[in-house]
T-cell receptor, first 109, second 115 residues
């Protein structure tokens, strides 16, 4: 079957760096997305990776290893507003979407 | 900016009622999606549509139907609401090939409570 695993919850300190991991198993692969979702709000797009390597976008970076079925989202210089859930989404060769359950990130002062 | 709007932010209905949730996007996107989101379960796809009058079942279509008469509008219908349909409902749209997608843009969500 197809599935995505990511940790349920993580805690980090303001100003620090945190890495949120995501492993996936899909039938073929057409890319991996990361979304951010604040409590009570809709998810918003953060990043998309389809090739191996690191994509950097300001304080956020996303990494993909297709051979390992692995991605991570790296958040630097954490701010209190980064407290949110981070959702990993994989797309298989038929463009079917497989969502992870999300990682709740708690930032402490 | 892409804008996806949903007809209500909060809705309270009684068991057995027919419920309509509407979603409108203004970016001429081909693809539209309806999800529900429950704690610990993440986003689950109910239905999606990649063209007017086209619809495809997602992972949990039972108890739901959809309608897409115009490109910009995608409606979710609960024919006879039940308490286990109490949830957050999220609509999304994207451009891309049929069934495929680029970035999904989400509406603000409708929190439906069925009593």
């Amino acid at each position: 079957g197809q599935n995505i695993d990511q940790p349920t919850e993580m805690t980090a300190t303001e100003g620090a760096i945190v890495q949120i991991n995501c492993t996936y198993q899909t039938s073929g692969f057409n890319g991996l997305f990361w979304y951010q979702q604040h409590a009570g709000e809709a998810p918003t797009f953060l990043s998309y990776n389809v090739l191996d390597g690191l994509e950097e976008k300001g304080r956020f970076s996303s990494f993909l290893s297709r051979s390992k079925g692995y991605s991570y989202l790296l958040l630097k210089e954490l701010q209190m507003k980064d407290s949110a859930s981070y959702l990993c989404l994989a797309m298989d060769s038929n463009y079917q979407l497989i969502w992870g359950a999300g990682t709740k990130l708690i930032i402490k002062p | 900016d892409v804008k996806v709007t949903q007809s209500s932010r909060y809705l309270v209905k009684r068991t057995g009622e027919k419920v309509f949730l509407e979603c409108v996007q203004d970016m001429d996107h081909e693809n539209m999606f309806w999800y529900r989101q429950d704690p610990g379960l993440g986003l689950r796809l109910i239905y999606f549509s990649y063209d007017v009058k086209m619809k495809e079942k997602g992972d949990i279509p039972e108890g739901y139907s959809v309608s897409r008469e115009k490109k910009e509008r995608f409606s979710l219908i609960l024919e006879s609401a039940s308490t286990n349909q109490t949830s957050m409902y999220l609509c999304a749209s994207s451009s891309g090939p049929a069934g495929g997608q680029h970035t999904q843009y989400f509406g603000p969500g409708t929190r439906l409570t069925v009593l």
